[in-house]
């Protein structure tokens, strides 16, 4: 979704939702309480995707050997090494 998101107040999600909830099918709304950001209504196809995009952790008893050797045999391309001695 590259659409800009619209932001609206509580109340106004509160008397129309439905219009809104429509809105959020084409591009998020970030809703505001008190003038801030609290939450972001969405389509469930959009929030699927980014929820495909997290990261999983394992505890290191759930990975297969096979798993353990990749980890052990990678490495960080040049580019994107640390160019500080500290932080090596």
Do not use: H, W
Not at 2 to 31: H, L, S
Not at 50 to 57: F, G, I
Request: net charge positive; glycine share 4%; no cysteine.
């Amino acid at each position: 979704m590259t659409a800009k998101f619209e932001t609206i107040t509580a109340g106004e999600v509160q008397k129309n939702f439905g219009r809104f909830q429509d809105k959020a099918m084409v591009a998020p709304v970030t809703v505001t309480k008190y003038g801030r950001p609290t939450v972001v209504i969405l389509a469930v196809a959009e929030y699927e995707r980014l929820k495909k995009l997290d990261r999983q952790a394992l505890a290191v008893e759930e990975l297969s050997e096979q798993d353990i050797a990749a980890i052990k045999a990678a490495r960080i391309p040049k580019a994107r090494r640390y160019r500080s001695a500290a932080l090596r």
